[in-house]
């Protein structure tokens, strides 16, 4: 069975506390985050999500990983939903984002592993996947130094290392070269297109337009909670009027400003 990942038409309202309307300027009580987002991940594909601030990106990652319950819709990861088997497809995925933080007193050697044994790994392969993974994220030199003492980008490095732990067939990363240099971020992208080509599930967020056009499969393009565009990159940019990337994403935040 191919290990696709089906998004079909999920949504979800959060309601919206006296201080979050003030700092979105608006009276309104509820704000839906995701309005009946569909896309299909498929295996040995890179998926790109695209959206400006405030999209949605975020919200349909955290409900794909099973962190928050959408109110409506279906997530199918591989074959095991999000509702009744929440436990399989957490065991199936690594999830990065910036929202999840690493425990400030821990070093990456000590948390790696603690991660490793939450996933119930036996200590040789435990050794195996930490010196693959420190040294093809140049982790080592600053393995056993306190997360509090690192800098922004070791923190991301050790974060995406921590997420592989477990070898999971679907990645999910969420703006996975925040923070990096541009070394680094091409250490990521390129071991994600690793992943792929070992026949990876790949769904990843991102605000940098070149890295979707030399990376991804798929895209998808969210505004205010739609799914705008859903397809293939190949039909994208044979798609009438087509002139890059960059200039759609620019004419659809054009065409849905103030449209909610
Ligand atoms: N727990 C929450 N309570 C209230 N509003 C929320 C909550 N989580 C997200 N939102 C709102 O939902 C909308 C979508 O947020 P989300 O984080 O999914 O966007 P995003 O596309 O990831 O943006 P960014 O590119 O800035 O990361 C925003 O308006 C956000 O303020
Ligand atoms: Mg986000």
């Given at each position: 069975?191919k290990?696709n990942?089906?998004?079909?038409n999920?949504t979800?309202?959060f ?6 309307q003030?700092?979105?300027h ?12 569909s ?5 040995g ?5 695209l959206g400006p ?7 349909a990652?955290?409900?794909?990983s099973t ?14 939903d999000?509702?009744?088997?929440s436990?399989e497809v ?6 990065l984002?910036?929202?999840l ?11 790696f592993?603690y991660?490793?044994k939450?996933h119930?790994l036996?200590?040789k392969l435990i050794?195996?996947r930490?010196?693959a ?8 030199p600053?393995k ?14 050790t974060?995406?290392?921590i997420?592989?732990?477990h070898?999971p ?8 070269t ?14 994600l ?5 070992q026949g990876?599930?790949?769904?990843l967020s991102?605000h940098i337009l070149?890295v979707?056009?030399k990376?991804c499969d ?10 705008l565009?859903?397809d293939?990159l190949k039909n994208i ?9 960059e ?5 659809l935040?054009e065409?849905?400003?103030g449209?909610?």
């Open positions: 069975m290990q990942l089906i998004v079909e999920i979800k309202t309601k919206l506390s006296k201080k979050q003030k700092l979105k608006t009276h309104k009580k509820t704000i839906t985050a995701c309005d009946g987002i896309f299909t991940a498929h295996q594909e890179i998926y790109g999500l601030n405030g999209a949605g990106k975020t919200t990652l955290r409900i794909i962190l928050i319950k959408p109110d409506s819709g279906y997530v199918e990861v591989g074959g095991s999000i509702f009744n088997e436990k957490r065991r199936k995925i690594a999830f984002t910036s929202e933080k690493l425990e400030d007193h821990f070093t990456p050697n000590y948390l592993t991660f490793a939450l119930n036996d200590e050794n195996q930490k010196e993974l420190f040294r093809r994220f140049g982790i080592n600053f056993e130094v306190k997360v509090s003492d690192l800098s922004t980008g070791m923190k991301q490095k974060s995406i290392a997420s592989l732990v070898d067939e679907f990645i999910i990363f969420d703006e996975p925040n923070g990096l240099d541009v070394l680094t971020a091409k250490n990521v992208t390129d071991y297109l690793e992943l792929k080509n990876k599930t790949i769904i991102t070149s979707v056009e990376l798929r895209v998808g393009i969210i505004i205010n909670g739609k799914m565009v859903n293939t940019s044979h798609s009438d009027n087509y002139i890059d990337l200039t759609l994403f620019f004419d935040i065409e849905h400003k449209v909610e």
